[in-house]
């Protein structure tokens, strides 16, 4: 698998684009040229920070098809902190571990495949926010041990 670094050099597709309404302020993803709230078309590009919450999620078991994930797997309403929400899949966990209120990274991942070696499609994907990188992984490890011996 390519590191979260290795995604991180792909800065324009890696960008998570929204629009905030100069009206009423409601941010919107992916990015309307009209405010669904409100119908107003004083809209500005933004750039959502790429971290969020779990607002609700729920659990698949049979994934569609075509995509390269393992059911079950958790889908989630993640809002960012710049109150934008959208439905991704949280990967790289347990999915008896999600919960609401779960702090969350953003990442730029592969999605699925289109058809027998055919397209490869990207897009977002949350992950739980512990510490990432080599220093501190060392952390996380001993953190897990420690749950394991509560
Ligand atoms: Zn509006």
């Known amino acids: 698998m390519p590191s979260p670094r290795y995604w991180r050099e792909i800065p324009s597709r890696y960008r998570l684009e929204a629009t905030r309404c100069g009206n009423c302020g409601r941010v919107s993803h992916p990015p309307r040229g009209v405010c669904p709230a409100c119908c107003g078309t004083d809209v500005e590009n933004i750039e959502l920070s790429h ?29 960012t902190p710049e109150g934008a929400r959208m439905m991704i899949q949280v990967a790289d966990c ?9 702090p969350v990274a953003l990442e730029f991942r592969l999605i699925r495949k289109e058809g027998k070696g055919g397209i490869l499609c990207y ?28």
């Open 94 to 102: 347990d999915p008896a571990s999600v919960e609401i209120g779960m």
């Open 51 to 79: 971290e969020g919450k779990v607002v609700t999620y729920t659990v698949v078991h049979v994934p569609p098809g075509d995509f390269l994930m393992e059911a079950p797997y958790v889908l989630a309403v993640v809002e």
């Open 123 to 150: 897009g977002h994907k949350a992950v739980p926010s512990y510490p990432t990188g080599e220093e501190e992984g060392a952390e996380l490890e001993s953190r897990e041990m420690e749950v394991a011996h509560a």
